[in-house]
């Protein structure tokens, strides 16, 4: 399989403008990315997919490779579907998010092994939910599995219910899984999947990864050892900056 990673980034965000090239410890937050994807060894290539010149010129002055997109996608996948039509001889995309500047490049591996089942369309990674803190908050989306380890469903509440018992005693009764938001696709899928409209679920729950289960797609996952910490506004920025470099 020929694996190619996308780092979809965009200069206007709502919570934070300018996310991308925030500054972590001496190097931006998007060149913190791409480095680390640099080192998935699965991967043929990385590129990152962006709208804005001021990330075009920030990621080619790095040497990086990078693609200026449309502004109008709704989301990652829109973006990293435009970067696809335009490339030929890939099998396997990986969107990687561009607000996570310490993913660990094993998960990137870890997300492509999935794949070695033909019968993947779409695969994402889970990981175990530790806390009930981390299980009520609406920020970690919540995913139900099948026995295979495809999603059922994904959610913003705690998922699913556990009728008869405390929610502060769910976590002793069965195992709770968050949704690590990293996506590969099969390259015809993910065409595919970014011509379909927007579908009650996805516009309810605010995940667009349910308008693909609404139209009969599977999504694989695979069990990750451990999180990532996202970068979603000027605190996060604080708090990561506080963690790994104590200041």
């Known amino acids: 399989m020929k694996i190619i990673g996308i780092i979809p980034a965009r ?62 996608h709704e989301s990652g996948t829109d973006r990293c579907a435009e970067v696809i039509a335009s490339l030929q001889g890939f099998d396997i995309a990986i969107n990687i998010q561009g607000d996570e500047p310490f993913i660990d490049p094993q998960q990137i591996n870890l997300l492509a092994s999935c794949f070695e089942n033909p019968a993947t369309q779409i695969a994402t990674l889970v990981h175990k939910v530790s806390s009930n803190e981390e299980l009520l908050a609406e920020n970690k989306p919540k995913v139900v599995l099948n026995k295979n380890g495809e999603a059922i469903y994904f959610s913003r509440q705690a998922i699913p219910f556990l009728r008869g018992t405390k929610i502060e005693d769910w976590l002793t009764k069965r195992p709770f899984y968050n949704h690590i938001g990293i996506y590969g696709y099969r390259t015809e899928v993910l065409k595919e999947i970014s011509a ?52």
Do not use: C
């Not at 931006?28 to 994807?37: D, K, L, T």
């Open 11 to 72: 200069y206007d965000s709502s919570r934070f403008p300018g996310k991308p090239l925030a500054d972590i410890g001496g190097v931006s937050m998007i060149q913190r990315v791409y480095n680390q994807a640099k080192h998935a060894s699965v991967l043929s290539e990385v590129i990152v997919a962006t709208d804005d010149q001021r990330i075009y010129d920030h990621i080619k002055s790095a040497a990086g490779n990078v693609v200026m997109t449309r502004k109008d």
């Open 196 to 247: 379909l409209p927007l579908s009650d679920l996805e516009q309810m729950e605010g995940l667009e990864q349910l308008r693909w289960l609404d139209n009969g797609y599977k999504i694989q996952t695979a069990l990750s050892a451990h999180t990532n910490d996202a970068i979603d506004s000027p605190e996060d920025l604080k708090y990561i900056i506080a963690k790994y470099f104590g200041n």
